[in-house]
C-alpha cells in the first residue's frame, strides 16, 4: 500500500480556484490509478475524479466536469486536483485514495485501498 498526504485545500470566496495535491510514499507509484474524493458535512463521501497511471484517462463526477481537472505527476509521486470556478456546495474535506492498477471508473469508496487523511476546502459567496 501507500501513504497518501494531502494539502492545498483552505478558504476561497465562490469564483476562485484551487490546487489540491497529494504526494505518496513508496515505489511503482505510477501503477496505481488515484483518485480524489469528498465529503461535505452532513453528506457521504463522493467520487470526484479519478487518473489511471499513466495519465492518459480520466473520469469525472458530473458535479464538477468542466470545472475541476486532475493530472499527475510521476517523477514527484504525486496528484494534483485544479479547481476552478469553485462553488459553496463544493464545500467539503477532500480526500486522495489508490488503487493498484484501479479503474478509474470506480466510484465507490470501498474499492479504494489507501486514503490520505483529508484536507478541508471551503467555499463561501
Request: glycine share 10%; proline share 2%.
Amino acid at each position: 500500500q501507500v501513504q497518501l498526504t494531502e494539502s492545498g485545500g483552505g478558504w476561497v470566496q465562490a469564483g476562485d480556484s484551487l490546487r489540491l495535491s497529494c504526494v505518496a510514499s513508496g515505489h511503482a507509484f505510477n501503477l496505481y490509478t488515484m483518485a480524489w474524493f469528498r465529503q461535505a458535512p452532513g453528506k457521504e463521501q463522493e467520487f470526484a475524479a479519478a487518473i489511471d497511471g499513466n495519465g492518459a484517462s480520466t473520469n469525472y463526477a458530473d458535479s464538477v466536469k468542466g470545472r475541476f481537472a486532475i493530472s499527475r505527476d510521476n517523477t514527484k509521486n504525486t496528484v494534483y486536483l485544479q479547481m476552478n470556478s469553485l462553488r459553496p456546495e463544493d464545500t467539503a474535506v477532500y480526500y486522495c485514495a489508490a488503487m493498484f492498477f484501479g479503474s478509474v471508473f470506480a466510484r465507490n469508496t470501498y474499492e479504494w485501498r489507501s486514503w490520505g487523511q483529508g484536507t478541508q476546502v471551503t467555499v463561501s459567496l
